[in-house]
């Protein structure tokens, strides 16, 4: 597969998905509830932003040669924003993000951003 974006994506969907089934292994050896604090949302939806961020920049290498690492970083501003949208006020509705909550979020978030930075690393470094 020599095409980035799609390497990339198949990439990031194996390992999301394989993190996923982790996590509800998880939750089940820990007898909590398995689909609850959104979390195959917040799954989906930091694999979309992931996806369309890897796009974006890719899409823009050539022409902001310069700046994609300020684009980089106004891509994680937009996953702040979405998780502020989206989920902080369900996470907060009875006054505390418990760990479940958080964990629902923050591990497809980082691993996100672990494989974003390091593949756009690659190809970056490529660019030189």
Same mark, same amino acid.
């Given at each position: 597969?020599?095409?980035?974006? %799609? @390497?990339?994506?198949?990439?990031?969907?194996?390992?999301? +998905?394989?993190?996923?089934? +982790?996590?509800?292994?998880?939750?089940?050896?820990?007898?909590? +509830?398995?689909?609850?604090?959104?979390?195959?949302?917040?799954? %989906?939806?930091?694999?979309?932003?992931?996806?369309?961020?890897? /796009?974006?920049?890719?899409?823009?290498? @050539?022409?902001?040669?310069?700046?994609?690492?300020?684009?980089?970083? +106004?891509?994680?501003?937009?996953?702040?924003? /979405?998780?502020?949208?989206?989920?902080?006020?369900?996470?907060?509705?009875?006054?505390?993000?418990?760990?479940?909550?958080?964990?629902?979020?923050?591990?497809?978030? /980082?691993?996100?951003? /672990?494989?974003?930075?390091?593949?756009?690393?690659?190809?970056?470094?490529?660019?030189?």
């Amino acid at each position: 597969m020599n095409d980035p974006i %799609l @390497n990339f994506s198949f990439k990031l969907t194996f390992i999301l +998905a394989v993190a996923f089934g +982790a996590h509800i292994l998880v939750l089940n050896y820990f007898e909590l +509830a398995l689909f609850d604090n959104k979390i195959i949302l917040a799954y %989906l939806i930091n694999l979309i932003l992931a996806i369309l961020i890897f /796009v974006t920049l890719h899409k823009l290498k @050539n022409k902001f040669k310069e700046q994609l690492g300020f684009l980089f970083i +106004a891509g994680s501003f937009l996953k702040f924003i /979405v998780f502020f949208a989206l989920f902080y006020g369900a996470y907060k509705a009875d006054g505390t993000i418990t760990k479940p909550e958080f964990a629902a979020f923050f591990v497809p978030y /980082v691993l996100c951003l /672990v494989i974003e930075t390091f593949s756009l690393a690659k190809w970056l470094n490529k660019l030189d």
